[in-house]
Structure formats: structure tokens, C-alpha cells
């Protein structure tokens, strides 16, 4: 099985594949919305701690389980386990993380879609086609699931290609691509009238909502989500890299370039909003709290962009790309988590998996388009809220108190031979044996309680 497997060919391209899947919708939507609407800068604190004390060791579980095993997550956690019992677990926690993976992307794709047919919208105005972009902004079923559909299409061809020459390659090229492209867009938009407001918002922190239960849930939430983390992502990633790479490191990187592409869309979004304000757009709803969510991505910023004349058509342009890129990204590693499991597992080949778990998936996309009201919200909130923090948690339990410290010290040794004296080695056994398990169960009580 070993040696038909793909790999990452550089730290280069695992650490670009990896941020790639981080950073998403999630960073430069999903982030910056939850910011505005939750405290401003005690979210933006709660989240940074969140990120760094909980997802970074969650994601370094993921990263060295799969490394050990070089193999899909249902084959990893069972290849950690020592006995019926537990192998038993990992089987259930992998099979349960690659579903859930495929549910995160039926959503996804939908969203991802609507991103794209705002993108070719601005295309065609800028070709001069006013009357038929018109269509592709205005929300309608044949336009929903048309995108839904292309964005399906471009994953399943990206993944057909495999690890080196579909996910590394793209990712590559892509990631570098958004990240300039984010920049400038914060550039410009902080030179607007108005910025300056949103800035405010963005900063200081509402200290009175530190401790709500429901922002801690949601910033948890936020962090997981972002980091990809608990349905085994990761872990596949994990499994690409080679056995040269110092993992604690490579996963500080992933994390940082993850962080930072958030908190930098928190200086691009909030403030825009505030612009957008300046320029006579509604931001607030009635009973006084920011629009947030779909409204103010495909209603407020539209019109923000289309407040500034020529120049806005070009921006929208740019952003709506921007949010593309990322979505593909992230995409593709969803993917890969059924489809490694089922070339490995059940030996098919990896033509075959994309092309019917990408099929199955976009059938799903597609039911949830039928009946968007009801499917919509749950498939959201049962996956990201609530099954991705327990499948994290899982995977520190397989970490922390399944594998043999002495196994686990092995594979940290083989990209660094002195890890046993380093600060990693010193923290991260206990604290993913005992914290991060005890934290995330106490927030998730805490959250259901509440
Ligand atoms: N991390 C992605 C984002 O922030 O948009 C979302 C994501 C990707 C979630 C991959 C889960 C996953 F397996």
C-alpha cells in the first residue's frame, strides 16, 4: 500500500497544501463575520488563544498520527491502537470523520459556488454583458446548483490528479496568488473613508462578552473549523510528508499562516463594512447588531462595490476571486479523505473514488438546495459545531492515551533526532493527554448546558 502512495515533494508544497485547506471561507468569511458580531476584539483575543492552546496541539495529533502510519485515518488510528476495544474506536472515529468531511463539503460547495457566479457576474460587466450578469447575482435554484456543480467539477479534477500533481500543484500556485491578493484588497480598502471605524470595532476588545458561553463555543468552533481539524484532513495530509520533516515546525507554519490570513481578513471585511456605511449602505439590522453572515457578503459588500462606480466592479472582481481560490483549496483536501479511504481500503482506483464520491456528494449538495431552509442551517451546525470539536477531541484521546509514548517519541525523532530535549516533547504529551481534551469537553458541556 506504502509505496503506491502519493507525497508532498517539498516542505514548500506540504506547508502551502496544508495552509491551502485552512485557510478558507472560514478565515475570510466565517472569522471576521463572527468578529463583528461577537465583541470585536475579545473575539479576536479568545480566538488567538483558542487557536494556539488548542487547535495547534489538536493539529500536531493529526499531523504525527498520520506521518506514522502513511495511511488514510480509518488505517491510522487503528494502526496507533493496542487493543479490539480501541482499534474498534479508531475504525468508528475515521469512518465518522470521513463522512462528516463529506457533509462540510456539501455545504461548502454550495457556498463556493455563489462565490464563483459573483465572480464570472463581475467579468461579464466588466465585458460589457450588464443584462446577463444580472442573473448570476440574483439567487435562483438552476443558477445554486449550476455553481455548485462547476465548483464540484474543478475539485474532483484537481484530486484526480493526485497528491504531487493536483493538490501540491495547485496549491502552490494558488495559495501565494491569495495572499497577495488579500493584501492589497486590505490596503486599498483601509484607504477608504470610513475604514477607521471598522478598525476601532476590530481592536478594541467588548470585554463583556469574554466569558459568554456562546461566543467561547463559537470561537472553538471557529478555530477547529479553520484549522480543518478532526475529520481527518490533516491526518491524510499528515501521511503525505515526509519522514525527514521536523512535524512540530511544519505544523507551527500551517498554523501561523492560517491565524494571520484571519486576522488579516478581519482588516479587510469589518472595515469595508464601515465604508459601506459611509457610502449610505444599511449595515446594522433592526434590533441593532452588525449584518452578518450571507447578507453581508452577497448583499452589503455587492453594494458596496457597486457605490463606487467602475473601480468596484474591479474589486468585487478581485474579491469574489479571492474567495474562490480559497474555497478550492480547502475543497480538495475534504475530498481527498473519503477518496484516500477508499483507495486504500477497498482498493479502487483513484479515478474511479473521485469521480463517484464527488458524484455522491454533489447529489447531496444538490437535495440540500431543493429544501435549502431546512438542510441548509443543520448540515452547518451538526458538522462543525458539534461533530468537529468531539472528532478533535477523539484524536487527542488516540494521542494522547491510545498510542504508546514511546512510538510517539520515535516518529518525532525521525525528522528531529534531539526532539526528546526540546519544548515540544516537554509540553505537548500531557497537555494533549489531559488540557486539550478536558478544555474542549468542558466548553462543549458548557455550550449545551448553556
Ligand atoms: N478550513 C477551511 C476553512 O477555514 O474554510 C474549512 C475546512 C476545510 C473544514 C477542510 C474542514 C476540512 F476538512
Redesign the pocket.
Known sequence: MTASRGKFSSRFGFIMAAAG???????IW?FPTQAASNGGGAFLLVYLVLAFCLAYPALMAELIIGRHAHANAVEALRSVSRGPISRFSGGVTGIVGLIV?SF?LSF?AIVSGWMMAFCVSSILVLSGFETIAAWFVESSLPRNVFFMGLFMLITVVIISQGVKNGIEYWSRRLMPLLIVTLLLLVVYVLSLEGAGQGLELYLLPDFSRITSPSLIISALGSAF?????????MLIYGSYISDEENLPIVGGYVTLV?ISVAVLAGFLIIPAMFVAQHNGIEIFTETGALISEDTLIFTVLPALFQSMGFTGVVVSLVFFFLMSI??VT??I??LE?PVAYAIENHQVSRNKAVWAIGGLITCVSTAILYDFETLFGLVVELT?RYS?PLLGFMMCIFAGWVWQRDNLLQELQKGNPSAEAGLFWAIWPWYTRIVCPLIIATIFYTSLAA
Open positions: 485547506s485552512a485557510v478558507g471561507l472560514g478565515n466565517g468531511a462540510i461548502y473549523f479553520s484549522l480543518s481539524l478532526g475529520v481527518g484532513t492560517d480559497a474555497a480547502s475543497s483536501s475534504m479523505v462543525t468537529q
